[in-house]
C-alpha cells in the first residue's frame, strides 16, 4: 500500500479494492513537480477518509460473523471520523490529526468478541479529540477491548475514555506526550464544557475488570481552569485499576487549574479490590494538585499516592468531602509537597469508617502534614513523617500537624498497616507481608502495581563498600543516611552515582565518605545534589 490506509475483510476482496483504488489515486502522472506533491498529498488525505468511508459502506453486505481489520499508516486526518461498525481491529500507526476534528472509536458499533485499538507514533493537534466511546448503559458481555497508544504526540489535543468500557477492558498509554494548548471543543461530549482543556479525560465511565495504565508520559494543561487529567460524570471502577507510572502532570493555568482534577459533582469511586495508585509521579501545578472532588468512595479497595513529589499552592492531595470504609485504605507513602508553606494533603469532608490509613515518610514545607480528616471508626498510621523543618516522633507532634488521633510506629520500625492491604494478606513476618490468593506484589494488592523509585529503607541504614574494585556502574541511596567508599578503586569506563534526593529525609543529617580511594580508567564519581524546592525537606546538615 502507497504511503495511506487499508482496511482488510478476511477472506474477502475489500483490502485488494481499496489497494487497487488507492494505487490509481496516487499513481498518475502530474505535468509538473509541483503539480505531482500537490496532487499526491490531496489524494493521500483523500485516501484515508475514503478507506474509512468504503469501510463504513461495505459493513451493509459484510456478513455479521466477519471484521474489517483497519490499517492507517501515515497521512493525516482532518475530518471528524468514526470507527466502529464492522470493525474488530484498529491500527493507526505515524497518522497526524489536525483541524481539530474528533476520531471516534465507538466499541459499541464494533463486532462481538476480542477487539483491539492500537495508536503508534500518532501526531494530534489543533484541537483534535481521540474518543474511546463505550456504552450508555449495561455493556455488551460478549467482547474484550485491548487499547495500545505509544508515542503519541500531541501540542493541542486530548485522548478521551468515554462510558462503560466493556469488561477485561485493559487500556495501556505510554511513552506519550500529550498537551491541551488552549480552549477544547469536545464535540462528542455534552457535559464538558470548552474551560475543561485536559490532555487525558475519564467521563462517564464504569470500569469492570479493567485496568488503565498511564506510564512514561507527560500531561500537560496550558490553558486557564485545564487540568492535566480531568474526571467527571462519575467514575466508578470494580475490581479494576487505574495506575499512573512514572508521569509528569503539569497545569499552567493559573490558580484555578490542577494537575489532576475529579468534579465536585462527580464521584470516584472504588470498589471490590479495586486500585487508584499514583506513584513515582512529579506535579507541576500554578493552583491545584491532586484534587479527589467531594464525592470520594473507597471500599475494600485501595487508594494510594506513592513516590509523588509536587509543587503546588496549597496541598498536594486535596479532597472535599467521601468516604474510607470498611476494607478502605489510603497509603500516602514518600509523598513529598515541596511548595512554599504547603501541605501534603488536605482531606476536610472525608470521614474514616471502618477502613485504615496511612501516612509514611511524607515531607511537607508547611507546619501541617495532612488535616481536616474526620474518624469515627478505623485507624491512621504513621511513620517517620516531616513537616516545617522537622521529623515529627510523638502523638503530639502530629496533632500539631493537623492529625489528632494516630498510631506512631518509629522510623526504625515497620507494621502491616503500613505495608500491607489488609483483606488479601495472610501473614506479616519480619516486615515482610505474606499475602492471600489474589494478592500481588509487596503489598498484597489486587493488581500489580510499581513500587516507589525513591525512598525506602531509612531507619539509619548504612551503605558502606570497603576494600573492592568496582568495575560495573552502581547507585548508591535507596534510603540511607551515609554512603561511604573506603579504599575502593573504581575501574573502568563506569560512573558510580551517589544520589542524595534517594537517601534519607527523615535523619538529622547525611553523610557521604569517600577515604582512600582511586578513580582509574575512566571511571566517574558522581554526587547528585537536589532542586531547591527538594532541598527544603531535606536534613540541614550534610
Known amino acids: 500500500m502507497v504511503n495511506g490506509a487499508s482496511a482488510t475483510h478476511h477472506d474477502s476482496p475489500i483490502g485488494t479494492c481499496l489497494g487497487l483504488w488507492m494505487w490509481s489515486a496516487v499513481g498518475a502522472c502530474p505535468r509538473s513537480r509541483h503539480r505531482e506533491l500537490h496532487r499526491a498529498a490531496a489524494a493521500v ?40 461498525h464492522a470493525v474488530d481491529t484498529v491500527l493507526m ?62 501540542g493541542h489535543c486530548s485522548l478521551v475514555f468515554v462510558h462503560n468500557l466493556p469488561a477485561h477492558t485493559n487500556v495501556t498509554v505510554r511513552d506519550s506526550t500529550i498537551a491541551t494548548a488552549g480552549p477544547m471543543r469536545y464535540s462528542q461530549l455534552g457535559g ?36 492535566a487529567v480531568h474526571i467527571g460524570g462519575d467514575v466508578d471502577l470494580l475490581s479494576s485499576a487505574v495506575v499512573l507510572d512514572g508521569v509528569l502532570l503539569e497545569a499552567s493555568g493559573g490558580p484555578t487549574a490542577s494537575a489532576m482534577n475529579v468534579t465536585s459533582s462527580s464521584r470516584l469511586g472504588l470498589r471490590s479490590h479495586s486500585v487508584f495508585s499514583v506513584t513515582n509521579v512529579s506535579v507541576v501545578s ?29 496541598s498536594l492531595v486535596r479532597c472535599g468531602g467521601g468516604t474510607v470504609s470498611a476494607g478502605g485504605w489510603l497509603d500516602l507513602h514518600d509523598v513529598w509537597a ?47 513523617n516531616r513537616a516545617g523543618g522537622r521529623v515529627l516522633q510523638s502523638s503530639g507532634d502530629y496533632r500539631m500537624a493537623g492529625l489528632p ?35 500481588l506484589g509487596e503489598a498484597c494488592l489486587p493488581f500489580d502495581v510499581p513500587p516507589a523509585r525513591f525512598g525506602g529503607g531509612g531507619g539509619g541504614a548504612q551503605g558502606r563498600v570497603s576494600g ?18 573506603d579504599s575502593v578503586v573504581f575501574s573502568g569506563p ?45 536534613p540541614h546538615v550534610l
Open 45 to 84: 488525505r483523500m485516501a484515508l477518509l475514503v478507506a474509512l468511508a468504503l469501510v463504513a459502506a461495505a459493513a451493509a453486505w459484510i456478513p455479521a460473523v466477519h471484521a474489517v481489520v483497519l490499517r492507517l499508516r501515515g497521512g493525516t486526518v482532518d475530518r471528524a471520523i468514526t470507527v466502529g
Open 93 to 154: 500507526d505515524g497518522v497526524h490529526i489536525t483541524n481539530g476534528v474528533a476520531v471516534v472509536f465507538d466499541v459499541p458499533a464494533m463486532l462481538p468478541g476480542p477487539l483491539r485499538i492500537e495508536l503508534r507514533d500518532c501526531v494530534c493537534g489543533g484541537g483534535a479529540q481521540i474518543y474511546v466511546r463505550g456504552y450508555s448503559g449495561e455493556p455488551a458481555s460478549d467482547r474484550s477491548l485491548e487499547v495500545s497508544v505509544s508515542g503519541l504526540s500531541g
Open 192 to 227: 464538558l464544557t470548552d474551560a475543561v482543556a485536559s490532555p487525558l479525560v475519564l467521563y462517564a465511565t464504569s470500569l469492570l475488570q479493567t485496568q488503565l495504565r498511564v506510564s512514561n508520559t507527560v500531561l500537560r494543561s496550558l490553558q486557564a481552569g485545564g487540568s
Open 286 to 314: 500554578s493552583g491545584g494538585g491532586l484534587v479527589l472532588g467531594e464525592r470520594l468512595a473507597v471500599s475494600d479497595s485501595v487508594l494510594r499516592f506513592v513516590g509523588v513529589e509536587g509543587s503546588v499552592a496549597s
Open 338 to 384: 515541596v511548595g512554599e508553606a504547603s501541605s501534603v494533603a488536605s482531606l476536610s469532608g472525608v470521614t474514616l469508617s471502618g477502613g485504615a490509613v496511612s501516612i509514611a515518610r511524607c515531607a511537607a514545607t508547611g507546619a501541617t502534614l495532612v488535616f481536616g480528616l474526620t474518624i469515627t471508626s478505623g485507624t491512621v498510621t504513621v511513620q517517620c
Open 405 to 439: 488521633s494516630v498510631s506512631v510506629v518509629p522510623c526504625d520500625g515497620c507494621a502491616a498497616a503500613l505495608a500491607c492491604f489488609d483483606a488479601l494478606t495472610a501473614s506479616f513476618f519480619d516486615c515482610v507481608c505474606g499475602c492471600r490468593a489474589g494478592g
Open 468 to 485: 573492592v574494585t568496582l568495575t560495573e556502574s552502581v547507585t548508591v541511596g535507596g534510603g540511607r543516611v551515609t554512603a561511604c567508599f
Open 494 to 538: 563506569i560512573i558510580v552515582a551517589v544520589d542524595l534526593r534517594s537517601m534519607d529525609a527523615f535523619d538529622d543529617a547525611l553523610n557521604v565518605t569517600l577515604r582512600h580511594c582511586v578513580l582509574a580508567g575512566g571511571a566517574q564519581l558522581r554526587i547528585g545534589g537536589l532542586s531547591e524546592s527538594t532541598a527544603r525537606l531535606m
